[in-house]
């Protein structure tokens, strides 16, 4: 029989498709796109309100893989120890504000660490448990200062640093803007660091506590104002100190209200179009506030005074 064209055609057009098929069943398979993950991570330790603090370790893991990959950074999470002994490992969720941690660590126990800037807080059950918590990136000191029973604070950003006694607690203040950058401020700013004396210093005398604080504010008029005092009529002179090779503008007034004392002593220099402001207020009550039967005695002014004007002398700008 012979054959015609049109059925060698066919043949040959069937062949074809059988090797195809043989290729793509037994061809090596081509490789995945390659993945490899890294990750990165960030001890920070933070000081909180009442002299608790937090060590947080930051994780951001990274994916690289293939062009087509949806997204090549994966959320990170955070390592807390706490001051109290308790510790968590909380995941990075979706914040409004800041960087926000969360985690049901146990039936009716909600855990967030919230972080904005330098500022910090945990909140437990809605409730915040440790609070104006401030980065402090000093490494442990191996000066004499250790010697004399003085620690040393450095902001996250090293911008500035300081030292400070055990008998004074450091914290933060609310994350953002604030007037409580500077006393009596009409102006918003950033409270950057803030060191508490508690009354038991000066225990059975009329002294209540004392702080000391670190502020800085951008805005205009903050700064075109900030070598002039902003208390009412009752501002002193200023006078002009010089302090590890910064001048500032020194202040140093007082306040009373509703048996109340307040001494402040203000400290005030403009560096890169910022004022900057480290003061330190002291509060005491009208001895006539207490019964005599109490024996409250009046508190040695100086020496409170003391523990102030040696941080004061300590500060210094890391940076120019």
Same mark, same amino acid.
């Given at each position: 029989?012979?054959?015609t064209?049109h059925?060698?055609?066919?043949? !040959? !057009?069937?062949?074809?498709v059988? $090797?195809?098929?043989?290729?793509? *069943?037994f061809?090596?398979?081509?490789a995945?796109?390659? !993945? #490899?993950? $890294?990750?990165?991570?960030?001890? =920070?330790t933070?000081?909180?309100?009442?002299?608790?603090? +937090?060590?947080?370790?930051?994780?951001?893991?990274?994916? &690289?893989t293939?062009?087509s990959?949806?997204?090549?950074t994966?959320?990170?999470?955070v390592?807390?120890v706490l001051?109290?002994?308790?510790s968590?490992t909380l995941?990075?969720v979706?914040?409004?504000?800041g +960087?926000?941690?969360?985690?049901? !660590?146990a +039936?009716? %126990?909600?855990?967030?660490f919230?972080?904005?800037g330098?500022?910090?807080m945990l909140?437990?059950n809605? *409730?915040?448990?440790?609070?104006?918590?401030?980065?402090?990136?000093s490494a442990p000191?191996t000066?004499?200062?250790?010697?004399?029973?003085m620690?040393?604070?450095t902001?996250?950003?090293?911008?500035?640093?300081?030292?400070?006694?055990?008998?004074?607690?450091i914290?933060?203040?609310e994350?953002?803007?604030?007037?409580?950058?500077?006393?009596?401020?009409?102006?918003?700013?950033?409270? *950057?660091?803030?060191g508490?004396?508690?009354?038991?210093?000066?225990?059975?005398?009329?002294?209540?506590?004392?702080?000391f604080?670190?502020?800085?504010?951008a805005?205009?008029?903050? =700064?075109?104002?900030?070598l002039?005092?902003? +208390?009412?009529?009752?501002? #002193?002179q200023? %006078?002009?100190?010089?302090?590890?090779?910064?001048?500032?503008?020194k202040? =140093?007034?007082s306040d $009373?209200?509703a048996?109340?004392? @307040?001494?402040?002593? &203000? @400290?005030?220099?403009?560096?890169?179009?910022?004022? @900057?402001?480290?003061?330190?207020?002291?509060?005491s009550?009208?001895?006539g506030?207490?019964?005599?039967?109490?024996?409250?005695?009046?508190?040695? %002014?100086?020496?409170?005074?003391a =523990?102030?004007?040696?941080?004061?002398?300590?500060?210094?700008?890391?940076?120019?």
């Amino acid at each position: 029989m012979k054959s015609t064209p049109h059925l060698a055609l066919g043949i !040959v !057009v069937l062949l074809l498709v059988i $090797a195809g098929g043989a290729y793509v *069943l037994f061809a090596p398979k081509a490789a995945a796109p390659s !993945v #490899s993950t $890294a990750s990165s991570q960030t001890n =920070v330790t933070y000081l909180c309100q009442g002299g608790s603090s +937090i060590t947080a370790t930051y994780t951001v893991a990274s994916t &690289s893989t293939a062009p087509s990959a949806l997204s090549a950074t994966q959320p990170g999470s955070v390592a807390l120890v706490l001051s109290d002994g308790r510790s968590f490992t909380l995941p990075q969720v979706q914040s409004g504000s800041g +960087i926000r941690y969360e985690k049901n !660590v146990a +039936i009716g %126990q909600d855990v967030a660490f919230v972080s904005k800037g330098d500022n910090a807080m945990l909140i437990e059950n809605g *409730l915040t448990t440790y609070a104006d918590c401030v980065a402090n990136a000093s490494a442990p000191s191996t000066t004499s200062t250790t010697a004399q029973g003085m620690n040393s604070f450095t902001d996250q950003g090293k911008t500035f640093t300081f030292n400070y006694p055990s008998t004074v607690t450091i914290s933060g203040g609310e994350a953002g803007y604030t007037t409580d950058w500077m006393v009596n401020a009409t102006t918003s700013g950033m409270l *950057l660091a803030k060191g508490t004396l508690p009354k038991s210093f000066e225990s059975g005398t009329n002294f209540d506590d004392a702080t000391f604080t670190v502020g800085t504010s951008a805005d205009p008029s903050a =700064v075109a104002e900030c070598l002039t005092w902003n +208390i009412g009529n009752n501002g #002193s002179q200023k %006078q002009n100190v010089t302090i590890n090779g910064v001048t500032y503008a020194k202040f =140093v007034a007082s306040d $009373a209200g509703a048996g109340n004392l @307040y001494q402040t002593t &203000s @400290y005030r220099t403009v560096r890169n179009n910022q004022c @900057y402001a480290i003061e330190y207020t002291i509060h005491s009550s009208q001895l006539g506030n207490y019964p005599a039967s109490m024996g409250i005695k009046a508190f040695d %002014q100086n020496k409170v005074t003391a =523990v102030f004007e040696r941080m004061m002398q300590s500060f210094k700008f890391l940076t120019s």
